[in-house]
């Protein structure tokens, strides 16, 4: 079982950027495909991006061409890159290792790391 720890949040003006990382636990990072969630006050957690673990990546709507997801599997490390933030990006952030056709996570979830994006 992978266990994840995510970092790198913070607070952040409107247009601002964060990079968030999610450093994993194990030999066998490199086999998972990942992704990046959110779960935002009174709503439900919902993916954000993924990677597969070939590099392929793909983004939910309202991040696309904000956000960029990579990993460095040398360091058991998955990133998100996080620009031009507004405050619908307001949320806790959490990584797991992720099934790339569904984003359905299959690990327990890590602790998150807060996100919030105000004036």
């Known amino acids: 079982q992978v266990q994840l720890v995510e970092s790198g949040g913070g607070l952040v003006q409107p247009g601002g950027s964060l990079r968030l990382s999610c450093a994993a636990s194990?030999?066998?990072?490199?086999?998972?495909?990942m992704g990046w969630y959110r779960q935002a006050p009174g709503k439900q957690r919902e993916l954000v991006a993924a990677?597969?673990?070939?590099?392929?990546?793909k983004y939910g709507d309202s991040v696309k061409g904000r956000f960029t997801i990579s990993r460095d599997n040398a360091k058991n490390t998955v990133y998100l890159q996080m620009n031009s933030l507004i405050p619908e990006d307001t949320a806790v952030y959490y990584c797991?290792?992720?099934?790339?056709?569904?984003?359905?996570?299959?690990?327990?979830w890590g602790q998150g790391t807060q996100v919030t994006v105000s004036s």
């Open positions: 194990g030999n066998i990072f490199s086999i998972y495909d």
């Open positions: 990677i597969s673990n070939g590099g392929y990546t």
């Open positions: 797991n290792a992720a099934d790339y056709a569904t984003g359905f996570p299959l690990a327990s």
